[in-house]
């Protein structure tokens, strides 16, 4: 329990960091948003959990597949505000447009035979 714990306080530490230096510059907090720091710490919790090479591998493997149709977020919330929609209204709308990006990306990897 106590294992967990940390891996959610440091997690947790991690995100409010980088909220906290995005207040302050705009460039910095979104570099530090996109390196894949949280993928980094869950290959390191799974690999310490388990010790099982092959779970983290395929992890980043499902990992990478799975970026791409996250990207639809970052391209719509911004397209959505400079337009003028309310910020909420945009969030809803750039999520509900990256889970059918999910599930189009789901849908074409199965078309495709990647098993993930």
């Given at each position: ?19 906290e ?7 910095l907090?979104g570099i ?11 290959f ?9 090479v092959g779970?983290?591998?395929s992890?980043s ?9 996250s990207?639809v ?6 397209v ?7 910020f909420?209204?945009s969030?809803a ?10 599930a189009?990306m789901?849908?074409?990897l ?6 993930l």
């Amino acid at each position: 329990m106590a294992y967990a714990a940390i891996k959610v306080l440091l997690t947790a530490v991690l995100v409010v960091a980088i909220s906290e230096v995005a207040k302050r510059s705009t460039l910095l907090g979104g570099i530090l948003a996109s390196l894949p720091i949280t993928s980094l710490l869950a290959f390191v919790w799974l690999y310490g959990e388990t010790g099982d090479v092959g779970k983290v591998a395929s992890l980043s493997y499902s990992i990478f597949w799975y970026v791409l149709p996250s990207l639809v977020l970052f391209v719509v919330l911004p397209v959505l505000l400079a337009r003028g929609f309310d910020f909420w209204l945009s969030l809803a709308i750039a999520c509900g447009l990256t889970v059918v990006a999910y599930a189009a990306m789901a849908s074409i990897l199965a078309r495709f035979g990647v098993a993930l």
